[in-house]
Each structure stands twice: as C-alpha cells, then as structure tokens.
C-alpha cells in the first residue's frame, strides 16, 4: 500500500479511541469545545468515539493554588479529586450544544487486569456507545497507588483499545506529529524503531506523558494491530481530514504479525510481581524454539507473586528475555530451581504441569514481552 492508500484505509475505522494529555487540552484557556466539536464530526458520521482524558490533575492544581505539581501523593489525590470534577463539567458544557451525553469512567489498573471487572467495564463502555454516549475515560487519580497506576494516560489509551474493540487510536498532542531532527513532520511510520531517536523527553510538570509515552504507547498498539496517528489538539479539524484520508499528523502502522488478545494482556496489561532467572540454555530454549519454561532452566527468583501472576523472565546478565504466567508461586519456583519436572511433587507435594511458565503463556521480549 501506498502512504495515500494507507491513510483512505482508516476511513473503513468505525471505533476510535481518542487521547488528550493535560498540555495540550489545557492550552490556550482549554480547548474542550474544539475537541467535542470534532468527536461529534465523527459521531454523526456513524463511528463510535471512546476519550481518554488527563486534565484533572491540572484544573484541580488551579483551583487549589498549587504552581507546582504535587509531589505528596495525598496532595496529588486531593488535586485530582477537585479537578475531576471540572473536567466532567467543561466536557459536559462542551458537548451539551451539540446534543451529545458524555458519561465519566475512571478506571484504576486492577480493573483491567481482573477479569471480572475487565468484562464489566467492557459491558458498561458498549451500553454507553450504544445509547450514543461518549465515554470521558481517566485514571482514577484520588485512589490510584503505584501498584494500581497504567503509568500515564497514553498507555491507558492503549489498554482502553483492546478493551473496548478499537480499530484505530488517536494521540492528540500540542505539535502537529512526530516531528524529525529537523522538526519537520513525520507522515508515516512503519515502524516505531525507525523515529526512536528523534524522541526528546517531555518538559515542564503539566502531565505524565510526552512524545516519548506516546511512542511506547503507539508500539503497544501496533503490535495488537491497530493504526496509530499522533496529531494537533489545536486543529479545529484534524479528526475530520484524518478520516477522509488527508495526509495530516503522523500515521503509525501496524508492525509485523499481531499479537493475539492474550498474549497482548499477558505483555502489556499485567504489571510483573517478580522475577525469574534463567541459564543460557534456557535462553535458547525460549528464544530460539519457543520452548515453555522448565525448573531445570531457572537459576533463581525474587518477588512475591503467586500461582498465575505475571513474571518477568531474565538472564543472568539482566536482560529482559520474555514475560509469562507462572504456574507455581515463588516460593516453589524456589525450591524447583535447576530440577527436573518429574521431580516436582516431590519437592513441592503438589504438580500444576510441568512447565514453569508455559510457553502459550509467554511473550517474548522481541515481540513486545
């Protein structure tokens, strides 16, 4: 496909999700009427629009009186608590004029890891596009932990994707795309390793993000399949000449075969509660054959995880080779290390497989783990 016959493809896109970050949503005294007016371009065109939104933080901050963003966590929960609010009612202003509900869902990271609460809120989203709501989706600041956090909302963006059925994710930004090392826009990316290094860290404390998280956040989401575009919040028209094909902000392309549902949970939704230490032959093993994980190839483990939990799998030097599930909890991965399978009951008094962490249930490192 050409890049011209790539971008009229994304006219066929009949599910978005569309992210905002504090910075750009904030600008210039807010920018809420031309983001809802935009949604609604593409609502009354038939297609389904799911918002991710920062903002909370950032209006909280200001009617607080705070000029630095918050370190103090209780601090930090209290400036999201009383900036939600204003969020909700400066979308709600935005979009009552046009005629379009919008519909609040804050999300914390435990409810898209359990299943349970991951089908619910599915259920909820779809009623709510159904009724021709728009959902405002955000992290759920005043209650979120580390251990609870998506990290910031790009990558909520991407986990908002796979849980509402997404055929495209858009990454609203204050630039007009991914810009070069001579700050001209890219128009197309086939893949995110080629503008890695035109990536400059994000400045000032307005928000998490930045273009480096919404590059991790646009791989994630290639790598499940989905186009990616990073574009301009202050065009009053951006959404409306992407999806007529127009040669506007940065499209990001799929890359490479996608990674299936499960396996993309398994890499990019489940936060790792240790660590598995594995030899140079099992190394191999997963690399080269997509082998499972065997005790004889583990030399040691650390965290506190538990029969089913995420892992992270490494080398002895350290690096990353491949995420799973393990079958067995630490402590028992402990007393395993370097054994046999056919040795398992007796160490343990119990067997759950013989594999350590099964290879249907390992995504490597390469491939997004």
Known sequence: MTGDETRSALRDCKRLVVKIGSRALCAEGGRFAEVAAQVATQVEAGRKVVIVSSGAVALGRARLGLTDRPKKVSLLQAAAATGQSLLMRAYEDAF??????VAQVLLTHDAVTDRDRYLHAREAIDELLRLGVVPVINENDT???????FGDNDQLAAM????VGA???VLLSDVVGILDDQEARIPLVRDVADIEHFIKPPEGDVGLGGMQSKVEAARRATLRGLPVVVGPAASSRFLDELMQGGDVGTLLLPHGSPLPSRK???AYTLKPQGRIVVDAGA?????????????????????SYKAGDAVLIVSESGKA???GLARYGADAVNR??????????????????????????????HNGG
């Open 96 to 101: 009552e004029p046009l005629g379009i509900h």
């Open 143 to 149: 209650v979120s932990i580390d251990e609870l956090r």
């Open 160 to 163: 908002v994707c796979t849980l």
């Open 167 to 169: 055929d495209l994710l």
């Open 264 to 266: 993309h949970w398994i």
């Open 283 to 303: 190394c191999r093993a997963l690399e080269q054959r997509q082998a499972s994980l065997l005790p004889a190839g583990v030399v040691s483990t650390t965290g």
């Open 321 to 323: 080779v491949a995420r």
């Open 336 to 365: 395993l290390a370097g054994g046999q399978s056919r040795q398992i009951a007796e160490r343990i008094g119990t067997h759950a497989g013989d594999e350590i962490v099964h290879r249907d249930d390992i995504v490597l490192a």
